[in-house]
T-cell receptor, first 114, second 117 residues
């Protein structure tokens, strides 16, 4: 029943590894997002997808690649992980362009790179 | 470019005191949404309120109230009779209305509110 679900909730991995975080929403929303929250709690948008098309790609290293197989899923793949990638990553979704009721966030994935 | 400023990094009050969290925003859009989110120690983002730029009415929800003033580009949040459970980081955020909000949210840096018993 969770509206926006992210897996895994916690991820500990070594530098240099490749990892993925999955996000699924069952709200029928058209737009999905990835946000990064750093160690100082600052939240910043990374990507926005609308109907599987990339809308926003903020200044994010090329090692981060979002993939949207369908409207309900937006996964985040990270190559060659670095210590600075340690953060909490939030997935979110929102209604499409005709109606807007705000954003629904997942519970976050805490990524720790050691 | 959009910007949200929460000048108060941390506020500490004693339980039952009233506390106001400040939020000042900048945008060139004429239509936009403003939000407040609460992030308790458990880490999830809890939605508190959404207000569009055409609705300057203040809102009250229980012990929470919000004061939106376009003239000063502010959207302040007041907790009346604070409780220990209100301890959290509070974020103010802005979203352009155009595009159905698909540009996402611009967040302030957050205010860490500590309510002491």
């Amino acid at each position: 029943d969770t509206a926006v679900s992210q897996t895994p909730k916690y991820l500990v991995t070594q530098m240099g590894n490749d990892k993925s975080i999955k996000c699924e929403q069952n709200l029928g929303h058209d737009t999905m997002y990835w946000y990064k929250q750093d160690s100082k709690k600052f939240l910043k948008i990374m990507f926005s997808y609308n109907n599987k098309e990339l809308i926003i790609n903020e200044t994010v290293p090329n090692r981060f690649s979002p993939k949207s197989p369908d409207k309900a899923h937006l996964n985040l793949h990270i190559n060659s992980l670095e210590l600075g990638d340690s953060a909490v990553y939030f997935c979110a979704s929102s209604e499409g362009t005709l109606m807007f009721y705000g954003y629904t966030f997942g519970s976050g994935t805490r990524l720790t790179v050691v | 470019a959009q910007k949200v400023t929460q000048a108060q990094t941390e506020i500490s009050v004693v339980e039952k005191e009233d506390v106001t969290l400040d939020c000042v925003y900048e945008t060139r859009d004429t239509t936009y949404y403003l939000f407040w989110y609460k992030q308790p120690p458990s880490g999830e983002l809890v939605f508190l309120i959404r207000r569009n730029s055409f609705d300057e009415q203040n809102e009250i929800s229980g012990r929470y109230s919000w004061n939106f003033q376009k003239s000063t580009s502010s959207f302040n949040f007041t907790i009346t009779a604070s409780q220990v459970v209100d301890s959290a980081v509070y974020f103010c955020a802005l979203s352009a209305l155009i595009g159905g909000g698909a540009d996402g949210l611009t967040f302030g840096k957050g205010t860490h509110l500590i309510i002491q018993p």
